[in-house]
């Protein structure tokens, strides 16, 4: 076991330098990128506040890390895929580049969409109760509900490659809507900010949506 883990860690080790690298190299352009992402939901930084010194701080790392994970992502799937090669036959392989190609652009362009198009719309539904509420918004909070709408729905566009992907390795639906909820509630968890619960619960409908069609149309059988 420690002897593939330290496989592992020298086959990561690689991105996660350059990915460091990034995070350092974008973080002077941080504030440029957030002025652009207020802009996208039609607020106005003049009425953002933080309720700590270290907040805006805080924001900055956090837009630098996202930043440098989307540049450098194709590095982690090289590294990862380096170090699963030697178990992998010739069809698992043609397969697993496909799904890491196709799937990351297609996670692209719906994050994308998600952050221009849906985040607006989706920030706007929140605060239609209380006109006077843009006042006291944090702004550390806001640009992660828009950075965790984009993630969602760039998860949302590549979730059917990933379940193909998954019913490559296994026939038994339950087993696979098992690892993919989990892989979902991972997902929402470590990309949600904490008053998130609306956004949780539409994408998780979503989620759960897309999941159940994709399946359909493969047509997994049930295993029971």
């Known amino acids: 076991m420690s002897i593939h883990l330290e496989e592992l860690r020298q086959h990561l080790l690689l991105p996660f330098t350059i990915t460091m690298l990034c995070v350092l190299l974008f973080f002077p352009f941080t504030k440029d990128a957030i002025n652009q ?19 805006f701080l805080r924001l900055k790392l956090y837009l630098s890390l996202i930043a440098s994970i989307l540049v450098t992502h194709p590095l982690w799937y090289r590294g990862i895929y380096n170090f699963s090669e030697p178990g992998l036959n010739k069809e698992e392989k043609k397969m697993i580049i496909t799904s890491f190609s196709l799937g990351s652009i297609l996670f692209i362009v719906g994050a ?25 918004l944090s702004i550390y909070q806001t640009i992660k509900a828009l950075i965790a709408i984009s993630i969602f729905s760039g998860f949302l566009a590549s979730l059917p490659i990933l379940i193909l992907t998954i019913n490559g390795h296994t026939s038994n639906t339950k087993k696979l809507k098992k690892y993919t909820y989990i892989l979902i509630i991972l997902v929402i968890a470590l990309g949600t900010p904490e008053p998130s619960m609306i956004i949780n619960l539409i994408f998780l409908i979503f989620f759960a949506a897309i999941m159940e069609v994709t ?7 049930n295993a029971n």
């Open 112 to 136: 994308a969409v998600g952050m221009l198009y849906l985040s607006p719309y989706i920030i706007e539904f929140l605060l239609e109760e209380n006109n006077q509420v843009s006042t006291k």
């Open 37 to 55: 992402l207020i802009e996208i939901t039609n607020l106005k930084i003049e009425d953002m506040i933080v309720f700590s010194p270290t907040e």
């Open 215 to 221: 399946l359909l149309f493969t047509g997994v059988k």
